[in-house]
């Protein structure tokens, strides 16, 4: 991913992010609940799967989750017993995955947006931003922050199976509107800070061939 094709993407989503809260997701979700309630038993158990391997995932063992155990181990070998380059992608996905869940969770609890859940059942005014009481943990969504910083940095490193690769991700942001639990701007942002920190911590990939080509000079 390049600077140039970041700025783009952060040109067009947070502006896009703020149009949205201001106008548009809280139409958009009512139509959406409207018109393909009957998708939701699909997403509502695709999601309990993925959820169910990511947790086992995140058991810990000998103070760290599964994945990230398995992450380092693969970065450490590959890159000091293998000498590859390439095994920096795995630092860049712990990186990623690690610190958009990280995020994601402490903008829950600092924008504290009401989900359509509460639109669809009483109503409120506003954009339902920074609320009080129950069902305000709307923005961003934890869910397509979880599943796309697993697979979009991969997708970034292996371009020709891209595709394949943001299929489960991008059908389980899907389903965050199709079962009512997200507005698209939730999502949206969601997506953008996992491009953003695929960027930022895809960095150390430059830094990396760097230092190698100085170190056979």
């Not at 199976?161 to 991008?170: A, E, F, K, N």
């Not at 960027?199 to 990939?205: E, H, M, Y």
Request: proline share 5%.
């Amino acid at each position: 991913m390049t600077l140039r094709q970041f700025l783009v993407f952060t040109a067009i989503s947070l502006p896009a992010c703020a149009l949205l809260i201001l106008l548009l997701d809280q139409p958009l979700a009512q139509f959406i609940h409207g018109h393909f309630a009957g998708a939701a038993p699909f997403f509502a158990s695709l999601t309990a799967s993925a959820d169910a391997v990511h947790g086992a995932l995140m058991t810990h063992v000998v103070g760290l989750p599964i994945i990230f155990l398995v992450l380092g181990l693969a970065f450490a070998i590959g890159r000091y017993a293998l000498k590859r380059r390439g095994a920096i992608v795995f630092l860049i996905l712990l990186l990623t995955h690690e610190f958009s869940m990280v995020l994601a969770n402490v903008l829950k609890g600092s924008v504290h947006r009401l989900r359509p859940e509460v639109q669809f059942k009483s109503g409120y005014l506003g954009t339902g931003l920074w609320a009080t009481g129950p069902h305000n943990d709307s923005f961003p969504s934890s869910h397509t922050a979880i599943y796309f910083s697993l697979f979009l940095p991969l997708a970034v490193a292996f371009p020709r199976w891209r595709w394949p690769l943001l299929v489960l991700p991008g059908l389980i942001a899907l389903g965050r509107l199709v079962l009512g639990m997200h507005y698209l701007s939730d999502v949206w942002f969601s997506l953008w800070l996992v491009v953003a920190l695929t960027f930022l911590f895809g960095l150390l990939d430059r830094r990396v061939g760097a230092g190698l080509a100085s170190a056979h000079r």
